[in-house]
Structures are given as structure tokens and as C-alpha cells.
């Protein structure tokens, strides 16, 4: 089976298996068995929803240590868009820039002019490509997993250009060698992230290719010693790029940067779901471009953010302003930089058996299983459904009386079954034996 890097952690002393998790997962990747979750990481596409549902606090998510930076020579912290959206006292992103700066990076760059060169080669690459349509955007890696999990058939669909971070990156690479001659094993590059699916496609890219990042922190473990140093910023970083791609940090920026009339904006994992439904059954054919971003409101309601999604929307607007409106670039790249080198084939499918003889047994099994079980997806027997607990058992990951109804119905069985037993009862150690019609 193939090996799974996750960014989303799970911590078994905080959890209680209370199940809220496995309601809100979107591939039915989480099961609570013996009072604990566990996740299943073929399934997991790292997007973050559990770790909102958690009450317990339980769900985490694994980051790279700042004490990485010491490993490299020359340092470089891109910041997402969405980040510049996170303070309320208003900061030019110049000064952002420098606070982040100021933490130690030897140079630091938003990701404005990557996110304008990626949204021009989607404008060429959808003027270009034969299909199949809509084409679906890379850009948010949660997205891009779940369709190669729960949507193996649209992996097709997935437009084959590099996300904003990765050209980001590519560039701090080519400009760091350019000013100091050196090799790049001397320079690390970390992205500042707003979602834990992000801090994965680092560490194990959507397919198997190799990133061009080391590392990355979230928002949440950034934000604090940057605000803090925003009153020691003397000098403003050079901002580079434009409102363009600031836009991103927002669900329909991407659309809005590639400049096309049919393209359609849905944010939100559940959401995301039901529009990747309508494209497989072939019923938005009349739609070119589909931009998914798994957290609500886009990159602005990461799991890792820390202000209000929907105030730092409007705060995107604000930011904006400071920007010019749109410069088209006057660099241009290569091929190599922009077009995706991994491999966006499905996520091999979890049998239930290898043997297609024996799954095929299975199968009937599962079904005669299902007969059995109440459907009322409670969750409650530690699956998001009853089909998905038919499942587990005939994986052997679970068992029938896992499920409430059935136990009681069985408890309630045997219950019947002992009173019927008391009438048999010898008149023995002085006891009196009892029927229905009194004593004898």
C-alpha cells in the first residue's frame, strides 16, 4: 500500500470519540473505534474539516519547526495572499513583508506576481487544450485530492499548471542564485499557509513529484511575533505584483485573474462536492472553468487563519487598494516552471479484498448486512453511515453489534429468551417453581 504523508494529526489522549469528526469528513475517512478516532490515510485529503468539528481540541495540525531556517544559508518566507488580510489595524503589505522579514528570513515575497503568471497560463492553457470541460483548478491541493480519492473519473478534468506557491517558490529560488551565486542546496523556502493541505502538498506533492518549498508554517503560528514587529518595521519590503493576485485569498479571485466569462466559483467542501457531482453526470457542460476552494469563503477561511473569514474578505478588498490594479508581468518562464510534473492519476481505490473472487463474496455479504442495519446514519457505531459500517465489518474492522439498534435488539432477544428459561427452572435449594399460572 502506498505510503501517506498528513499534516492533520491526530492526539488519542484528547480524544473522547465523540464522532463529531467523522459527520463532517468528506471522504469517510475517520472511524472511532474503542472510544478513539482513527484516520484512514488513504482516505485523508488533509482539507482541515476535522479539525473545526473537534471539540477536544484532539485534531492538530504538523508543521515545520522555525528552528529549520538555521539549516540553510539564505532563507526565504513567501506569504500567501490571504495572510496580508489578517491584521485589523490595516498595515501596507510593504510592512507586512518587513515584520515577517524581520523574523528571521533573508528575504521574503507574496505570492501577487506567481498567482498573475499561474492565472495566464490557465487563460492559455484553456484557449489551447481540446479538453474534456469544465477544467478543474489545482491551486487548492484539499480539492485536488479529493477528486483523486471520491472522484477518481475527473482527475482529467484537472488542469496541468503549477499552483501559485510552487512557481512562488520557483522564482525565490531563480532570484536568491541570481544575486548570490549560490546552489540551492544553500537556500530554504517555506510558505506561510493558511490550511493544513497546503503544509502536505509540501511534504508529499499532490502526485510524485518534488516541491520546490522545504517547509511551512501556518498563520496561526506566524501571525503573533508578526504583528508584534510591525512597530519595529523602519523600512518597507518592495511589493511585487498586483491586485490581480491578491485577489486569490478570496474565493473567485483565481476566475477574476484569469479573466474568462464562463468559469464557475465554489467554495466550501461540501459545496465543492455537489458542483464535482454535476460534472460527473455531465451537467455543466455549458461551464469552462471551475475554481474549488475546500474552505469557505476560499483561502481567507483556512483552518489555520486567524481572523474572521468573512471580515478578512472585506479587508482583501481593502488591501487591494493599496496595489495597482493589474501590470502584466515582464517576466516570462519556462515551461519546466509552470506545468505540473506530478502525477494526478487516482488514489488506488481500498478493496475489500484483493482476491476479486472473494471481494465479489464480500459484496453480497455487505449487502445482506445493510438489510439488517436501520439506515438512520446516526453515527453513532463510530461510522458517518450504515453502508460505511457494512463496509468495516466485512473488512473486519468492525463488528454488527457496533450498531446501537442492532445490540439492543439483541440484548432485548436475549432478555425474552431468559424469562422463557425461568419457567424450566428444577425446584431445587428450596425454591419454588413459577409459571404463568402461579406457583406450584
Known sequence: MASYFHSVQLDEEKCRGCTNCIKRCPTEAIR?????????????????????????????VLTDSRAALKDFKYTVGLLAPSFFAQFRSNPSPGKVLAAVKLMGFTYVRGLFLAAELVASAIAKHLATTAGPFPRISTSCPAVVRLIQVRFPDLTRHLVTIEAPMEVAAYLARAEVRGETGCGDEDIGVFFIT????KITAVHQPVGVGKSQLNGGFSFSEVYADAYRL??????????????????????????????????????????????????EMGRLRGVRYIEGQACVGGCVGGALVVENPFVARVRVAQVARALPLYSPPEITLPEEALVLKQDLSPRPFIQLDEDMEVAIKKLGELEKIVERLPMLDCGSCGAPHCRALAEDIVRDTAVLTDCDFVLREQVNELAQELISLTVLLPNAMGRKRIDGEGEK
Open 230 to 279: 510591525l512597530a519595529s518595521v523602519k523600512e518597507e519590503e518592495p511589493v511585487v505584483g498586483s491586485a490581480r493576485g491578491l485577489v486569490w485569498a478570496r474565493s473567485g479571485g483565481e476566475g477574476e485573474g484569469v479573466a474568462i466569462d464562463d468559469y464557475l466559483a465554489v467554495d466550501g467542501i461540501e459545496h465543492v462536492i455537489t458542483v464535482l457531482e454535476e460534472v
Open 194 to 197: 493558511p490550511c493544513p493541505a
Open 32 to 60: 472511532v473505534r474503542q472510544g478513539k478516532a482513527r484516520i484512514e490515510a488513504a482516505r485523508c485529503v488533509d482539507c482541515g474539516q476535522c479539525i473545526r468539528a473537534c471539540p477536544n481540541r484532539a485534531k492538530s
